[in-house]
């Protein structure tokens, strides 16, 4: 059911997550199974830790627009309420990855092992199978490599909007004009170029993976229906003394 260039796009998903930290576990390529470390654990409490502390600067200074600054009358407003009702839509994401972190894993690896299992068990090999999982492969495909550049949008929009009062610059202290100063302008792109990673690709683990259930999914709904309405569907040989509410599997083609 998997190919292996399924298998190496749940590998750069899953190394591009734990990279940045929104996601604690890693993939072991060989055994095909998700495993987690007590420092990729650690990591992934820092992270949501340092999401918490942006969600809750961009709050503050949502509200100092609105009370100070006109309100919705001020052109950033919308932008700085629209960037922190995502952020925390995101940090209740990871916190609530963090606590199923077992069953998470539990159930990727169940994704991963269940289905090719039934099917080895219970479906024959056929084009049908075969056309599936090139559409899980081409679906996987995209969905990961779209959502790994994703998070340069982030940066595009502070790069042209530096007046923004949610732009990270605006959290370090406006001493000897550190606000202004490139490096700090850079280390503050760096730090939304990061959060963006971390929101974007900590979405891809549920999109790939609802993807990857929904598909195998069809596959097993598919055979059964067709194995009661069209068995020759998957390949099946009927016995010429079958019944119209019966039939019997000689040999798959």
């Not at 390529?29 to 942006?54: D, N, W």
């Not at 990727?108 to 090999?125: A, Q, V």
């Not at 891809?204 to 059964?224: A, D, E, P, Q, R």
């Amino acid at each position: 059911m998997y190919s292996d260039l399924f298998f190496n796009q749940i590998h750069l998903m899953v190394k591009a997550c734990s990279t940045v930290g929104s996601f604690s576990a890693h993939f072991d390529t060989k055994g095909r199974f998700f495993y987690s470390t007590e420092k990729s654990r650690r990591k992934f409490h820092i992270t949501i830790v340092i999401m918490s502390g942006y969600v809750a600067f961009l709050w503050i200074q949502t509200y100092k627009v609105w009370v100070y600054h006109g309100g919705e009358k001020n052109l950033h407003f919308h932008t700085a309420y629209g960037f922190s009702g995502i952020l925390f839509m995101c940090v209740g994401i990871l916190v609530s990855l963090l606590q199923n972190h077992d069953n998470v894993i539990n159930g990727t690896n169940h994704i991963l092992n269940y289905f090719p299992y039934f099917r080895k068990s219970w479906i024959p090999y056929s084009k049908t199978i075969q056309k599936y999982s090139r559409l899980l492969d081409i679906m996987v495909f995209v969905e990961v490599s779209g959502t790994l550049i994703c998070p340069i949008s982030s940066t595009i929009f502070f790069v042209y909007s530096p007046d923004n009062p949610i732009h990270p610059r605006y959290g370090i202290p406006n001493v000897y004009g550190l606000q202004d100063n490139l490096v700090m302008i850079g280390i503050s792109l760096i730090f939304v170029t990061w959060s963006a990673c971390v929101c974007w690709y900590a979405l891809m683990l549920f999109i790939v993976f609802g993807t990857t259930y929904l598909i195998c999914k069809s596959v097993h709904v598919t055979n059964l229906l067709w194995r009661h309405f069209n068995v020759r569907h998957f390949g099946y040989n009927l016995s010429p003394n079958c019944s119209n509410n019966s039939f019997e599997v000689l040999s798959c083609l």
